[in-house]
């Protein structure tokens, strides 16, 4: 398998992400956001967590527009996988690999703790390493994490199973109050229909390592392996 991660002004996580992949054995490059071109050979690319640009115009607008998204959407459209995590997801979005966007948390501040998450969707190249339904426990680091879609939209994504992640309580329930930041229908994860786009807020790369305070995220690096074993 090989793998790269892209790299922008700002970026934060891509060093997480290069090592849990390192320890994986996904063989990851870490390529800039001003490259026109990808690697050769590649199965996965992971878009970081992060601060692109500084958010100054708006979170992954300008990242969205950088050189290397034409190549890594044409990669996508070529049937290549591709991640987004936190920053990354609002890229996606914003490149319009991903419906939605991500509003401004409901209660306007910083969220940096650990959350739980309900897998909504097991069968995709990403998540099989999930139990149906099974809850984990992720961290999330955003002030713009509220996934807003119009409702044709929202019941696109309900009916072709294309939400993966919700937010939820420690016994699986979703609800209110275990949303942090407001999303429409708790959604913390979704994948286009092709199954090979996943964007999700939490980062499963925070917590791939019982050192750094969990193993949750694991899985999905593992899934995606077996994907290309």
């Avoid at 002004?9 to 063989?27: F, I, W």
């Avoid at 990242?63 to 990669?75: G, L, T």
């Avoid at 992720?138 to 309900?158: C, I, M, Q, S």
């Avoid at 917590?207 to 077996?226: N, R, W």
Wanted: glycine share 12%.
């Amino acid at each position: 398998m090989r793998s790269a991660v892209i790299s922008f002004p700002g970026s934060n996580c891509e060093r997480d992400a290069l090592t849990v992949m390192q320890v994986q054995g996904m063989n990851p490059a870490m390529v800039w956001h001003a490259d026109s071109s990808l690697p050769q050979g590649l199965d996965l690319i992971v878009l970081p967590g992060g601060f692109s640009y500084g958010d100054y115009l708006r979170c992954g607008a300008m990242a969205a527009r950088s050189p290397i998204m034409q190549a890594v959407a044409e990669f996508a459209m070529r049937g290549g996988f591709v991640l987004g995590i936190c920053n990354g997801f609002q890229i996606l979005c914003e490149a319009g690999m991903l419906p939605g966007t991500l509003m401004h948390n409901e209660h306007l501040k910083f969220n940096c703790k650990n959350v739980h998450l309900k897998v909504e969707n097991n069968q995709s190249a990403f998540t099989d390493g999930y139990a149906a339904r099974a809850v984990i426990t992720l961290p999330v680091a955003h002030h713009e994490g509220n996934y807003f879609a119009d409702k044709e939209t929202l019941g696109t994504l309900e009916k072709e199973g294309q939400i993966v992640f919700r937010y939820c309580r420690d016994d699986g329930m979703v609800a209110d109050d275990a949303n942090p930041n407001g999303a429409a229908r708790g959604i913390a994860g979704i994948i286009n229909k092709q199954g090979n786009v996943l964007g999700m807020m939490p980062h499963p790369e925070r917590h791939a390592d019982e050192l750094v305070g969990g193993t949750d995220g694991a899985p999905m690096f593992a899934s995606l392996v077996k994907r290309f074993a």
